[in-house]
């Protein structure tokens, strides 16, 4: 049973930075596709940044330059260094997984694993 454990949320002034982490477990690494996802009040789910086995990563023109996805595979934990900070990053940040089926870096392709989500709040 896959089983994803966010942490590392919380408040923070604009231009501030947080580390987010993801403790993965139930599953072969090597054979699933991870990734952070946001939902703010009132708003569907966006594709934050996704990871694939070889590091390489991808992010929403959103946050692109301002957040980073990185992977420790030993650990299995997944990480989201978010920096300069903006209100409109205020979300609830949800890791993921899936079966590897194509490019782990499509942000078409759903996933069905979800942690039960850690609270970044930013303030002006």
């Known amino acids: 049973q896959v089983q994803l454990v966010e942490s590392g949320g919380g408040s923070v002034q604009a231009g501030g930075s947080l580390r987010l982490s993801c403790a993965a477990s139930g599953y072969t690494s090597s054979t699933y596709c991870l990734g952070w996802f946001r939902q703010a009040p009132g708003w569907g789910r966006e594709a934050v940044a996704l990871?694939?086995?070889?590091?390489?990563?991808s992010t929403a023109d959103s946050v692109k330059g301002r957040f980073t996805i990185s992977q420790d595979n030993a650990k299995n934990i997944l990480y989201l260094q978010m920096n300069s900070l903006k209100p409109e990053d205020t979300a609830m940040y949800y890791c993921?997984?899936?079966?590897?089926?194509?490019?782990?870096?499509?942000?078409?392709?759903?996933?069905?694993?979800w942690g039960q989500g850690t609270q970044v709040t930013v303030s002006s």
């Open positions: 990871i694939d086995k070889l590091d390489r990563t």
């Open positions: 993921a997984a899936r079966r590897w089926v194509g490019s782990c870096l499509d942000f078409s392709q759903g996933y069905n694993h």
